[in-house]
């Protein structure tokens, strides 16, 4: 006699899975990865290949030999953080620096708290923010490295624009002056180094990886819509107020990671909100943080630092921002 | 503009390959198991013995109790047993086994295929025959028709809903009763609503449907006025019964709630043709249309078919067990139960017999939460199945009954689009049960 499967509804299941998103992501990340390259040249393959190595082998050698667990590196995921967080570090560092930062990522902010699915900060945030506070020098030298294909590209402030807005204000200059100095150009941000990390060189770039994520359903938009619509509002109630001493909305969302945090790392599904109140208020926070991290704070850029923060909110989200549920409120019943 | 439901859903591949095979009626088996529990309620007690003869169309088992149908043979010849034998879930219910001799039909059915247009019966009367004609709704749930029709004292139903959407993937039945019976539905709907008393009526069907829609419109605009078509955008679970009031007309259904709190009252374009045919030509519910699907199988099929035919005759009518067949599905592939044996037989609201292979029906190895909200964003009922979930594994009843799992219509939407393969609907439907026994429990107030 034939013997058939019984098992309950639903019979059909759909064809994605936790490997297919991450991959996802991670060709979303392809465009700035190949416009790293062509500005940094082997700086840019040599951080994606130690930062993805490091990461897939730490992830391996605790589940394998320290915890004895299922192996999960072919899901992507740790392959991702590798990538995220190689793409967040200036173009001239060490290679032993993108090392740390994925044992850091991967060891302490991913595997401590149960793998996949279990951390509650950004495992890459944590990478790159351990090194910025460990390796303050390193992580804020933003030197163009020389790239064996490619010569003659101007040599690099050594800084990123945000910071040379703060410290040209701190030294009471105007924002006219600032941007004349050092010739900044919204085609610039929008194509070419204006000075950031490795994966912050274009924002097209970055847009079109956005465009592919929204394509392909891989995130909401909500996320990074309200980070960067909180940028905008928060720099342009300032800049209104006095545009001598503050850069404008559009500087303050091309620059400084605002990109790439609020679309790569605010958007990870670990550690970001599930309903979508919920997300629009995590994206609020972030953009707040943000700016009060640049106005006031000691650090030029934020982002990280509030995604962080807010990363800390999400449980908290999750239990007071519901979604919509059905048949709550009758209309003419 | 198609319309469609507010909260979540999902778009699985229709796969509706049945779609062109025209309604051919199915052959008579030599012997047709009818079971008693072909309804939701009681299960209707028998009025024949062993060895009566009865024709097809014969009352052989009475209603009983206030939710409870009639059943009516489909065949005609000798009883041979009354027996508890497993339903194709594998449950016991008490069946009775006919032998077939021949075909003859009751006296006073109306066989021809002339179309009965004028409304003589008056509102209770409808009621009453299709109360005799054990008509139950063809959508699902299989409830009794006649009850659905009288709404409790102090409810008014100020619309009649129909439900043509077969949002299920590979259905097709109901697709082909709207394009070969379509005023047969519509006068099927007329009556419905004059048996409600309900000036206004709208029937939805699913865009992917066009001929289907382009037909019911043709005839309803040339005599049925009251009967608006509407166009639904292809989206799951938009034949659910709450989605479906939601697309139409806009109005949510409380929880816990039922259509008729928001003055509707759903049915199915197959129940109205059942209804049609009861009222119109004294024809009791005993055969319906049954589609005969799955990519592994080498033909698609749509049959008129007798209730109590066993899924072994139904796959041996189109060649055979296919190769590489592994699961039987009753029904569509999101909510439809899996058959656990093949000798087991089709009753009034069977709508298909869907054959998967393995690969088809694969799920992947449960892995980690990885919190993507996907579940959230496909829950029609605007619930969190990862919570739901989490909150079932550890018994919390109290915090799921916080979080309304009795809500839940089982539309499987969560665990289908679940990157993990978590089996999100399996572990809610096990903590719904107990906590919608929980409340029901409670005294009322």
């Known amino acids: ?333 | 503009m198609s319309k469609t439901f507010k909260i979540g859903g999902i778009h699985p591949h229709d796969n509706k390959i049945s779609v062109n095979a025209a309604i051919e009626d199915f052959p008579v088996m030599e012997r047709a198991f009818i079971s008693m529990s072909q309804h939701l309620g009681a299960p209707a007690e028998p009025v024949v013995v062993k060895g009566d003869k009865v024709k097809t169309g014969q009352l052989i088992a009475k209603s009983s109790g206030f939710i409870s149908a009639n059943v009516h043979s489909s065949v005609s010849g000798t009883v041979h047993s009354i027996e508890m034998m497993p339903d194709l879930a594998g449950n016991l219910a008490q069946h009775i086994v006919i032998n077939v001799e021949g075909d003859e039909w009751m006296e006073g059915i109306d066989r021809s295929p002339e179309i009965m247009r004028e409304i003589i019966l008056s509102s209770q009367e409808i009621i009453d025959r299709i109360a005799q004609c054990g008509v139950v709704g063809l959508g699902g749930a299989a409830f009794p028709t006649h009850i659905k029709l009288s709404p409790p004292p102090g409810k008014k139903a100020e619309f009649l809903l129909v439900n043509g959407a077969e949002c299920e993937p590979y259905l097709t039945s109901d697709y082909r009763i709207m394009v070969e019976n379509s005023e047969e539905i519509l006068i099927g709907v007329k009556l419905m609503m004059s048996a409600l008393g309900v000036k206004k009526s709208y029937l939805g069907i699913e865009e992917n449907k066009p001929k289907a829609i382009k037909r019911m419109k043709e005839i309803a605009s040339k005599g049925y006025p009251e009967i608006k078509i509407v166009s639904l955008k292809k989206r799951y679970p938009q034949g659910g019964e709450k989605q479906l009031i939601d697309a139409i007309v806009g109005r949510q259904v409380p929880s816990m709630g039922l259509p008729i709190d928001v003055g509707v009252v759903v049915q199915n374009v197959g129940t109205a043709l059942a209804v049609y045919e009861a009222v119109q030509k004294n024809k009791p519910l005993f055969e319906g249309v049954v589609t005969v699907t799955g990519k592994c199988m080498p033909e698609q099929r749509n049959f008129r078919m007798r209730v109590g035919t066993t899924f072994e005759s139904m796959i041996f009518a189109v060649g055979g067990f296919p190769k590489g067949a592994e699961k039987l599905v009753s029904g569509g592939p999101m909510m439809g139960k899996a058959v656990s044996r093949i000798e087991a037989a089709s009753v009034k609201s069977t709508s298909a017999l869907l054959l998967l292979t393995e690969e088809e029906t694969k799920r992947g190895e449960e892995s980690n939460c990885i919190r993507c909200a996907k579940c959230v964003d496909a829950c029609p009922m605007g619930l969190e199945p990862y919570l739901l979930n989490r909150l079932s594994r550890a018994n919390r009843l109290e915090d799921l009954e916080e979080n309304m799992v009795h809500d839940c219509i089982e539309c499987g939407s969560c665990l289908y689009v679940c990157p993990a393969d978590i089996p999100l609907l399996d572990t809610i439907r096990l903590s719904k049960g107990k906590v919608l026994k929980i409340i029901r429990s409670r005294p009322k107030k």
């Open chain 1, 1 to 333: 006699m034939k013997k058939l499967i019984v098992s309950p509804a639903p019979h059909l299941h759909g064809n994605e899975s936790t490997k297919s998103l991450m991959r996802d992501v991670i060709i979303a990340l392809v465009p700035s990865l190949l416009v790293s390259v062509y500005f940094f040249g082997f700086s840019a393959i040599k951080l994606a290949l130690v930062g993805v190595a490091t990461a897939v082998a730490v992830e391996y050698v605790i589940q394998r030999y320290i915890v004895k667990t299922k192996i999960t590196v072919n899901d992507y995921s740790a392959a991702l953080t590798g990538l995220l967080l190689s793409l967040n570090l200036p173009p001239n560092s060490p290679w032993w620096i993108m090392f740390i930062g994925s044992v850091v990522a991967i060891g302490i902010a991913k595997m401590t708290f149960g793998g996949v699915g279990q951390n509650l900060f950004n495992p890459a945030l944590v990478g790159r923010v351990f090194l910025l506070v460990s390796f303050p020098v390193i992580m804020t030298d933003y030197s163009i490295p020389t790239s064996w294909f490619r010569e003659g590209i101007d040599a690099g402030s050594g800084a990123t624009a945000l910071s040379i807005v703060k410290e040209g204000l701190a030294k009471g200059l105007t924002m006219d002056q600032i941007f004349t100095d050092n010739n900044f150009s919204y085609a610039e941000m929008l194509f070419s180094k204006i000075g950031g990390s490795v994966g912050e060189v274009s924002a097209l770039a970055l847009i079109l990886g956005f465009v592919y994520l929204l394509i392909r359903k891989v995130i909401r938009p909500h996320i990074p819509v309200a980070i960067i619509g909180t940028v905008l509002v928060f720099s342009g109630i300032f800049w209104l107020i006095n545009p001598a001493i503050h850069a404008d909305p559009l500087f303050n969302v091309l620059t400084g990671g605002i990109l790439i945090g609020s679309i790569f790392m605010a958007t990870d599904y670990v550690t970001s909100p599930m309903s979508k109140k919920g997300m629009v208020i995590y994206g609020i926070g972030i953009g707040i943080i943000t700016m009060l991290i640049r106005y006031w704070g000691a650090y030029p850029e934020g982002i990280s630092f509030a995604i962080l923060i807010m990363n800390a909110t999400v449980p908290l989200l999750n239990m007071y921002f519901k979604p919509a549920k059905f048949g709550k409120e009758v209309k003419n019943g």
